[in-house]
């Protein structure tokens, strides 16, 4: 059987299976075996693991990048060629794009690349179409861009949604508060913080049993599903990224219709041929992509406003600052002056460790 095939007998045998406390922990065990299929589908799709592929594997530039994702002539490459000028074929047959198409929009200061993908369908994942390269390139992505047609059905969203979830892509979500620690004996000891309504013991078992963690202290810090424990068992596979719900086409349907897509949670409507409401969209996208920007002032000078240095916000110590700033500056520095939010006292001065925050302002003192 291959890996499809499967994911397809456990997905059927879950389905018939109803949950209850007899059958907990059979359904636990399935879950986690499906979890693991499901991983080795991701590291194929990677061509093992070392990138989506020929012709989809772009370099990256920027500080940041935003993939789009969607089916087929949603009007992925139209958005694409409208915010960032670069040219992306774009025509009313479904699989014009055939690969990645980066190109690069400057906002705020701050260089982001963005990704127009080929379409994706149903079963893309599976390996249908080119849905596997393009869900590879969409896991390296900052910020997915989940583009929709606001005249096809809604249920499209679902589908993309559980194409990209079953890569262990999480949508604006957080990693689960679970800490797990590995021992050599003594069995596995669960504790909580809170109380766990939405998971058992027999589920637990199941999934630590089946990922032969057969001695180790779980600490549950929120109150987990069974799928939020397999997730932190596999952390290192998963990606959480945020995503935008990009309703296209508004220029297509009524303002009634339209006052009923904004009940979508995470959406912008636009509508890339028009034009309209692009300026949400990127506020939307600089929100959700949580940059710091970072402006220098040399001593004894006014700060420079104009070109930031921007960081993500996963790597903006005073350390990551000096080396966007030049190689040698880490070797050099003596101490930083720091103005903005992330300072009690105006200037204080700091270490490489010190963490920015967006619009702070910094001169850096040499030894
Ligand atoms: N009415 C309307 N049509 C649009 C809009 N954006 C795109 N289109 C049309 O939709 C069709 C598909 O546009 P593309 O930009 O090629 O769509 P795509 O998502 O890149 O398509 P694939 O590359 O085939 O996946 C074209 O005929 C576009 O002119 C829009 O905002 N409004
Ligand atoms: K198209
Ligand atoms: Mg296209």
Redesign the pocket.
């Known amino acids: 059987m291959s890996t499809v095939e499967k994911i397809k007998a456990i997905e059927a045998e879950m389905a018939k299976t109803q949950k209850n406390k007899a059958t907990n922990f059979h359904l636990g065990q399935l879950k986690a075996k499906l979890a693991k299929l499901r991983k080795e589908l991701i590291s194929s799709a990677s061509g093992g693991g070392s990138g989506p592929g020929i012709g989809f594997d772009v370099a990256k530039t920027g500080v940041a990048s935003v993939g789009y994702v969607?089916?087929?002539?949603?009007?992925?490459?139209?958005?694409l060629n409208k915010l960032t000028g670069t040219h992306?074929?774009?025509?009313?047959?479904?699989?014009?794009?055939l690969t990645t198409v980066p190109g690069v929009i400057k906002y705020k200061g701050a260089k982001i690349q963005m990704l127009?993908l080929?379409?994706i369908i149903e079963g893309a994942n599976s390996g249908r179409g080119r849905g596997k390269q393009v869900i590879a390139v969409s896991r390296t992505c900052n910020l997915i861009f989940i583009?929709l047609d606001v005249n096809k059905p809604l249920i499209h969203k679902e589908i993309i949604e559980k194409e990209l979830e079953g890569v262990g892509i999480r949508l604006n979500k957080v990693p689960p508060d679970i800490i797990i620690k590995k021992k050599e004996r003594g069995g596995v000891n669960i504790t909580n913080t809170v109380p766990l309504t939405r998971l058992d013991k027999d589920e637990i078992r199941a999934v630590m049993s089946e990922y032969r963690l057969n001695s180790a202290d779980i600490a549950f810090r929120c109150d987990a599903t069974v799928d939020d424990l397999i997730d932190a068992i596999e952390i290192k596979t998963r990606r959480y990224i945020p995503a935008v719900y990009v309703l296209?086409?508004?220029?297509?349907i009524s303002i009634e219709e339209l006052e009923l897509l904004y009940k979508i949670e995470n959406c912008v409507p636009?509508?890339?041929?028009?034009g309209w409401n692009l300026d949400d969209l990127l506020e939307m996208m600089w929100d959700r992509l949580n940059l710091v920007r970072v402006y220098t002032k040399p001593k004894g000078k006014l700060p420079d406003f104009d070109e930031p240095v921007v960081l993500r916000s996963d790597r903006c110590s005073i350390e990551d600052f000096c080396n966007q700033i030049h190689k040698s500056l880490v070797a050099d520095f003596k101490t930083a002056a720091v103005y903005g939010s992330s300072v009690k006292h105006q200037p204080q001065y700091v270490g490489l460790s010190h963490i920015l925050k967006d619009e702070d302002v910094v001169t850096i003192l040499k030894k």
Do not use: M, Q, W
């Open positions: 969607g089916f087929p002539s949603v009007g992925k490459s139209t958005l992306s074929e774009a025509a009313e047959y479904e699989f014009t794009t127009d080929p379409g583009v296209n086409k508004i220029d297509s636009i509508s890339s041929k028009e």
